[in-house]
């Protein structure tokens, strides 16, 4: 029986994906707790991961948002 693999990114990933620093995404987990909504796994060596899924939908719900702003 095959599964599907579950992929994970780290903080300097998803601050690239966003185009920030990975430092404002940690400063955000600090903050609030998550990043818009999507909370981070702690790994063993106590960095954040973020599943892969969680974020590419962030990013598509956002640019939603963005397009249906322009189109107002």
């Not at 920030?20 to 106590?46: D, E, Y």
Request: charge should be positive; hydrophobic fraction near 40%; charged fraction near 25%.
């Amino acid at each position: 029986m095959s599964q599907d693999a579950i992929e994970y990114l780290d903080t300097h990933q998803v601050a690239q994906l966003f185009c920030v620093k990975p430092q404002s995404i940690n400063a955000r987990i600090c903050r609030t707790g998550s990043l818009w909504g999507v909370k981070p796994l702690k790994a063993p060596n106590r960095r954040n991961l973020f599943l892969s899924a969680e974020i590419h939908a962030l990013i598509t719900e956002r640019r939603m948002s963005d397009d249906s702003a322009k189109a107002e």
